[in-house]
């Protein structure tokens, strides 16, 4: 018998994920709406909230989550072999695996979502500065990166429909 795995189930198991890991949807609409709000008057909650389950509901996102949530589990658990085990544990400044998996998010939405990944990376607001911080018993060196590359792909995906909306009213 193949392999195969329904693409449902992908989309259940990294929903389920990130809901276990403490995110949550308006965390990372609010973070949408941080770096688009002051590029759009009129942006709402609800066009961030839409952007992100759209961003969600690939299936290369989903995998990232998957990936990334399980390493930082795994580092939690104390199971991978050093020096991975201590790199990962301790968020290694040099360690940088953790933002080439979130750059495979933004990939899927160009360089204005890798623009807004770099600067949410380094400002690090609201749920990306909670998952950031190492005082708690989660580790979350993966999933920090994750969340904020989700929120910088919707925060493109809102920037190119809202040139397109702008492109059709002006025609």
């Known amino acids: 018998m193949s392999y195969s795995l329904n693409s449902k189930q992908v989309a259940e198991a990294s929903a389920s994920w990130l809901t276990k890991r403490g995110v949550t949807m ?5 973070l949408t709406y941080f770096l688009q709000k002051d590029y759009y008057s009129n942006l709402t909650m609800d066009e961030c909230r839409e952007s992100v389950e759209q961003v969600l509901g690939k299936r290369e996102v989903q995998n990232a989550i998957l990936t990334g949530i399980q390493l930082d589990v ?4 104390g199971k991978l072999l050093s020096p991975l085990q201590e790199m990962i544990e301790n968020d290694e400044g040099l360690y940088g695996c953790d933002e080439i998996l979130a750059l495979s998010i933004v990939n899927v939405y160009g360089s204005i979502g890798l623009t807004n990944f770099g ?17 708690g018993k ?5 999933l920090d990166d994750i969340v904020g590359a989700i929120a910088a792909s919707a925060s493109s995906r809102i920037a190119h429909r809202k040139q397109q909306e702008k492109e059709r009213t002006q025609t």
Do not use: Q
Not at 119 to 135: E, M, T
Not at 138 to 142: A, E, G, L, R
């Open 26 to 30: 308006e965390e990372m609409a609010e």
């Open 74 to 77: 795994l580092a939690e658990e």
């Open 119 to 135: 600067y949410i990376d380094k400002v690090k607001p609201g749920l990306v500065g909670r998952l950031n911080d190492k005082s």
């Open 138 to 142: 989660h580790k979350h060196t993966f």
